[in-house]
Every structure is written in C-alpha cells, then in structure tokens.
C-alpha cells in the first residue's frame, strides 16, 4: 500500500513537471485570446524560447542570461504576430501558423549553423540550468510517515520555473479580475468599440496582452530546455503549446480551469509514461496512445457542446477597425 | 486617414502577390547572409537542385503534387470562409485508407482494380477524417479551426497505434506496414517511358501528377461552372445571406469540408501509392500545412495553385541540395522560406496593399494628366 501511495505521489510530482510548461503557455494563450487576439503561436514562441535559452545558456554560461534572452526572443515573435494581426489586420490563424512553421525552421537552421550538432545544442551543465530546489527541513520531516513524503515529493523539490508557473497563475487572475488593466482587457476582447469609446486604444491594449503572452511562453521554453532538459534538441516544444491552447479552451478561457486542465493534461501524460506496456486487470495493455489523445478528444467534445458551452470572447479572431 | 484607391485587378492578381513573395524571399536572403553564407549562391544551388539536373525536374514534379492536392484541399474550403488546417491528418488518414485498400486487395486482384479502389479509399477516408470538424462547425458551431488542429492531433495518435499494433508487419519492430504487393504500386514515369523505350532520369514521379491535374480542373468546374459551386462562393461570402437565398448553409458546410479533406487524402496516392508502398510513420511530413502556403500565394484559383504548388516544389526539391553545398546552411532553410511566404503572403497579404495602391494612383494620374 505504501508503494501505491509513493507511485502515486511521483505520478503527480511528474504531472507538475509535465504540467509547467502548459501551465505557462495557458496563461500566455489566455492573456492574448482574451484580448481578441487568438493564438495558435504558442507552439512557435515556446520552441524559440527553448531554442534560445539553450544556445545562450551554453555560450555565456548563465542560466539566468538564458532566460532573459528567451523572453526577448518570444516577445519578438509575439510583435511580429501583433504587427500582422493588430497593425495590419492579417488574418490570426494564418500569422500564428506562420510564427509556428519559422521558429520550427530557424530554431534548427540557426543551431546547425552555430554548433554544427544536427540541430541540438551542447548539453549544459548543472551550473548552466535550473536545478530543482531542496525546501528546508525535507530531513527533519522525512521522519514523520504521510507528510514527510509528501512534502518532500510534491511542495520541495521543484524547479524554481515550476513555481513560477504556479504562482502565474493567482497573479494572471488577480490582474484579470481585479484590475483596471484586466477589465479593459477583457472588454477589448468582448466588445472593442466599447473600449474605443471610452478612449482607450485597442491596439496598445492587444498589443500589451500580446507582449504578456510572449513573456510568459519565453519563460515556459527555458523550461523546456535549461530546466526539465539540459539543453535544445529539434521540436522539443512537440505540440505542447496546442495542448496549452486546448487547456486554455477547456478552461473556457477562465484561468483557474484552465490551470487545472493543465494539470489534468500533465497527469494524463504523466501516467501514459509510467504505464508504458503495463497491463492493467480487465483492459489488457494500457492504452498509452489514447490516453495521449485524451485532451485532444476532450476539447472537441466539450466544443461540439455535449460538457456544457464553451464561449470564447465576442470579438476574437475579428481586427478591429474603427 | 485617407482610404486608397483600390488596386487595379492586374496588379491585386499578379503584382501584388510578386512583392510579398519577393520581400520574403529578401529577409530569407538577409537570414542566409546573417549565418555567413552568400543568399545568391544559395538561390542558384537551390535552382540548380530543382530543374538542372537529370532527375531534379521529375522530383521536383513529386512534391509538386504533394502540394496540389493539400493546396486544393485547404482552397476549397477558403473558398466557403473556413479554414481547415487539418489537412496534415486528413492526408494521413488518406494514406491509412490507400494502404488498406493495397493490403486488403493487393495480392488477389490486377492493378486495373487494385488501383482504381486504393484511390478512391484514400479520397474517403480523408473525407471522413474532415467529416467530423464539417459536421460540428456546421450543426453545433465549433469552431473547425480549433477542430481541425485537434484533430491532427487525434490522427498521429490513431496512427502510432494502428502502425505500431494492429498493422506492424510480422517480426518487424519499426513501426510500419509490409510493403504492398506489386499490384498496388502507382507507376512511375520514368517506367512507363521506359516500357515504350524512351528513357529519362529516374525520379518519384508518378502518375498520381495525372491525378493532381485532373483535381485542378475539377476544383475549378465545381467552384465556378456548378450550382453548388455557386452555393459554396455564396455561403463564403455571406452566411446570413445565403441562408435567406434559400441555401441549406450546414448541408455547403459539411460536403465542402468533405470534399477538403478528400483532396487532403489524395495526397497519399503519391506518397503511399506512388513511393513509399506501405504505410509508415509521419509520411505527411508537413505538407498538410505547406497546402495553407500554397492556396494563399495561388489566391485559391487553381492556376494559382499549380504555380504555387510547383514554387514550393522547386523550393523543397532545391533545399535538399543545400545540404551538401553548404555548411551553415541545410534543407531546414526552406521551413524559414515557407514561414516567411506564408508571414507575407498570408498575415501581411495587405501590407504593401496601401503604399501600392498610392503608387500606381500617381502613376496614373500623371500620364492623364500629361494626357490631357
């Protein structure tokens, strides 16, 4: 029984691992889809991110120089989708695509020109990535049976990014519930007009929300490769930001549930990794395979309407025009 | 802030298209000098790789249809203002109904039957892969942008497990098929030059080229000489409108979607059919979403497309010779030029639109002038 208890305990201890970059990416997705703004790039930012940490994590040595730079290296590609869909009102699918299908080009072009490795980066060290974070007295409360393991699997012992993400996201709801900026930022994403109206500019405001979402997306890629990797390989992003996008439409674009369909995702991937050619009493071998399609079925069938109604804001996808 | 005059229909159709193309094809170059390498040499290696060589125009003639058929796919659909990125995982399922088809009937049957039904299998089963999104966004509103990607998604898994369970070939531990019986191989070109004694280099090209051409001129028959053609463009144009003209607007929807992402599942003649002869992992590699690239630049009418599809061909054919020319520079290249044409021609399609159209104005204005 205590060997179930402890699997468990490292399944959900895997499923925050997991659950870090698409908890960052939702966040990410949530500001720019709730400003108007849909966001398929996700997937595009979250690779440069990776790519860009990495490569300057190896070269100078510092993680924290990495993640610096991947922040601005995801911002950048979140102006370039804010000059097509806010400036030159481009069509947003077409232009995420676009951010997606470059940074899946140029991650890979750019690392074989720089390390001639076949498009990976060198392996850092520990000095150059984030390393997990041992909390105080793990020993101490090791002793005591139930708290000790939980508290040394689940609070201590995540990556520093992991906590960040956890706390994005409290600070993503306070700030769109609960401030000035969020209400006008959701009403940019309802009813546009209205916010013009009042003589407050939508593209500022798209254009800050944009700007968050690269933030957030640059943080998730050093996680990505200086955090749970040591170092860049190709498409190390695989699909994670769509799955951070179907996270953000299970939540009904609300940031709560979609941190928790973060999480579900995580331990839905998470537990496909530990189940890996285990049988399991009456279905036979798990079905691994399924079990990874899972947010992909979900989301279609909550959008076909069949788990309640998935409202996404008024105005998105739609550029506004005076 | 002065509206423009609108662009004259020859430079919307033609000039336009040549100045984003042109402007990514710069910032390629400017990426290609940034990694130290010479942008004119590159664009001659990659020309070179495309048409000069003996084999390079039959190459690039495969991919060219790769592209036609994913280009007429995501078209279509445009044409009926949706907007389906799915046609990677419909051309995947394509492929697992032309492999069916191959297995199944492969070894007992002629090629004249064998052929005829791995084709049709491939075009329905994409169409049923599209069903689904067609069906929701048509009936219950959810929105088959969303859709499509998710079922992308849904289609590589289903896929890992059929070819890695069911559908493995005995004894093997790569997940693929057995090779289909002869029977079912799509012929190639230089074959059947070769059996009436002409020779040429030998290439992947096959005859499903024939069968991309034939969709191109179908795509044009039905958008613009049909009644449902007529029904499609107006339901593209204005939902509300077609509604009230008495257009069953679900009923366009869903067999527009259909016939999408029977296109998309064509592909797999050439690349299952055609080359590979068996069904295997991530045979779509990406040219589902090259298809988004190609109906933008070809403006979703099929000469468009056709030299759309062969611009990409050329490009895809051509970027593989990057690799043994260069050291800084390798195939990967073309993934940044097909993320730029599609950035300009696609997301900033308008952004020369306005200075253009300024431009052309003053030309214009001073040969009336000088006119009168």
Redesign the interface.
């Known amino acids: 029984m205590n060997d179930f208890m402890l699997q468990f305990l490292l399944t959900i201890d895997a499923t925050f691992r997991v659950a870090t970059p698409l908890i960052l990416c939702a966040m990410a997705g949530m500001f720019s889809e709730r400003s108007g703004i849909?966001d398929?790039s996700l997937e595009g930012k979250l690779l440069a991110g990776a790519f860009v940490a990495a490569t300057v994590a190896t070269t100078t040595g510092s993680a924290w120089l990495g993640i610096l730079c991947a922040i601005l290296a995801s911002v950048g590609f979140a102006l370039?989708h804010g000059?097509?869909?806010i400036t030159?009102?481009?069509?947003?699918?077409?232009?995420g695509?676009?951010?997606?299908?470059?940074?899946?080009?140029?991650t890979?072009?750019?690392a074989?020109?720089l390390f001639?490795q076949g498009?990976q980066t060198p392996p850092l060290g520990r000095s150059e990535r984030f390393t997990p974070l041992e909390w105080p007295l793990v020993e101490t409360l090791n002793q005591i049976p139930a708290v000790g393991s939980i508290y040394r699997e689940l609070i201590s012992g995540h990556n520093l990014i992991t906590y960040i993400a956890l706390l994005a996201v409290p600070v993503s709801a306070f700030i769109f519930y609960r401030t000035r900026f969020g209400l006008r930022l959701r009403a940019v994403g309802e009813l546009p007009q209205a916010v013009d109206s009042a003589g407050v500019s939508v593209a500022w405001l798209r254009y800050r929300a944009v700007i968050i979402a690269g933030i957030l997306c640059g943080i998730a890629g050093a996680y990505l490769s200086t955090a749970q990797g040591a170092g860049f390989v190709r498409e190390m992003s695989a699909?994670k930001g769509?799955i951070a996008?179907?996270a953000v439409?299970f939540g009904k674009w609300r940031p709560y549930p979609a941190f928790f369909a973060c999480l579900l995702f995580g331990f839905l991937e998470a537990s496909s990794a530990r189940l890996q050619g285990v049988e399991i009493p009456l279905i036979g071998e798990a079905?691994t395979?399924?079990m990874?399609?899972l947010p992909?079925?979900m989301?279609?069938v909550l959008?076909?309407?069949f788990i309640g109604k998935a409202n996404?804001p008024a105005a998105i996808g739609q550029p506004y025009v005076k | 802030m002065k509206s423009a005059p609108p662009l004259p229909y020859w430079a919307d159709v033609i000039l336009l298209p040549v100045i984003n193309l042109l402007a990514a094809l710069l910032v390629c170059g400017v990426i290609i000098a940034m990694l130290g390498e010479n942008p004119f040499s590159a664009l001659s290696v990659m020309i070179k790789g495309a048409f000069v060589y003996p084999s390079s125009l039959g190459y690039t003639l495969y991919y060219t249809t790769n592209f036609i058929f994913t280009g007429l796919a995501v078209a279509i659909a445009f044409h009926a203002m949706m907007f389906n990125i799915g046609g990677e995982g419909q051309a995947y399922l394509g492929g697992l109904g032309a492999g069916l088809a191959a297995l199944w009937l492969g070894a007992d049957f002629s090629p004249l039957i064998v052929l005829p039904v791995a084709v049709i299998a491939s075009a329905l089963f994409g169409a049923a892969w599209a069903f689904v999104p067609g069906y929701l966004q048509a009936k219950r509103g959810s929105h088959i942008v969303i859709t499509t990607i998710m079922f992308n998604f849904i289609a590589s898994s289903l896929m890992v497990w059929l070819l890695a369970g069911p559908l493995i070939q005995k004894g093997q531990q790569s997940p693929q098929t057995p090779t289909f019986d002869a029977n079912a191989f799509l012929p190639k070109f230089s074959e059947l030059l070769a059996s009436v004694s002409i020779d040429v280099a030998r290439s992947p090209l096959n005859l499903s080229f024939v069968l991309a051409l034939a969709a191109l001129v179908f795509f044009w028959v039905l958008v613009w000489k049909t009644r449902f053609g007529y029904e499609l463009r107006a339901v593209g144009h204005n939902q509300q409108a077609a509604h009230y003209a008495g257009i069953n607007v679900p009923r366009v929807i869903i067999i527009t979607m259909l016939i999408s992402g029977a296109f998309a599942g064509l592909m797999a003649t050439n690349e299952i059919l055609g080359v590979q002869h068996k069904v295997l992992l991530n045979f779509t590699s990406g040219y589902g979403f090259t298809g988004i690239a190609v109906a933008l630049m070809g403006r979703n009418h099929p000469v468009g497309i056709f030299l759309a599809s062969l611009l990409f061909g050329a490009l895809f054919q051509g970027g593989a010779e990057l690799d043994f020319e260069f050291d800084s520079i390798t195939r990967e290249m073309v993934l940044v030029i097909q993320g730029m044409i599609i950035l300009f021609s696609g997301a900033l399609a308008y952004m020369f639109n306005r200075p253009l159209s300024h431009f052309l104005a003053s030309i214009l204005n001073r040969k009336q002038a000088v006119n009168e």
Do not use: D, K
Not at chain 1, 88 to 95: A, L, P
Not at chain 1, 97 to 106: H, T, W, Y
């Open positions: 849909i398929i370039v000059f097509a869909c030159h009102r481009g069509n947003q699918v077409v232009s695509l676009a951010i997606n299908i470059l940074a899946s080009g140029l890979v072009t750019i074989i020109a001639h498009g699909g769509y996008l179907a439409i079905p395979q399924l990874l399609a992909y079925i989301v279609v959008l076909a309407g996404p």
